[in-house]
């Protein structure tokens, strides 16, 4: 009999997923944004996080970018699970308009601030990703990729410093805030290099 590599939540929590993000893909680019939350999955993996931070990895971005309710996550995949996404979802929109890019980041630190390990692990993996994805994408089109994002080089550096302090904060001297600190330090060494 042959076992899956994986449980069950975890194989459907990427499905689902995969038909939430059908549609998407990643900024600036042809890459189906489904690769985006697997990496961060398997950055979750890679340090030990127990499978709901795993699965939550896979669903990070359903209910921010894709309109899932939280209460559809808790029925399919458990409070828990359904915590930690509404965690680390931005709310986009207060009072029947858009907040500012400013506004959903500062919102974000500020549940990070809060402690929580779980919450912490699942943002340094998504940061971590998208740092990377950064790099990449430097190598290939240089200073141009900073025209797919809201904000240019410094406020995103400011961003991932203060997500960094915070995953700090609640996870210590893990080996995933010492890879984050490490991706940083390279994202600030080539920015400076493209200015």
Known sequence: MVTSAFSQQYEQALQFAARAHRQQVRKGTDIPYIAHVVHVSVILLRYGFDENVVVAGEL?????????APQEL?????????RLVEAVSEQKRSDGSERSWEERKTGAIARLQRG????????????LHNIHAIMADLALVGAAVWQRF?????????????????????LGDHPIVAE????IADLE???????
């Open 180 to 183: 984050l600190a490490r991706a």
């Open 150 to 170: 809201k904000r240019g080089p410094d406020q995103m550096l400011w961003y991932y410093r203060e997500i960094l302090a915070a995953v700090r904060g609640a």
């Open 189 to 195: 060494h080539a920015v400076h290099e493209y200015n």
């Open 116 to 127: 929580d390990p779980a919450i912490a692990a699942l943002k340094a993996a998504d940061a």
């Open 60 to 68: 990070h971005d359903v209910v921010e970018d894709c309109g899932v």
């Open 74 to 82: 808790e029925a399919l995949f458990g409070a828990d699970v359904a």
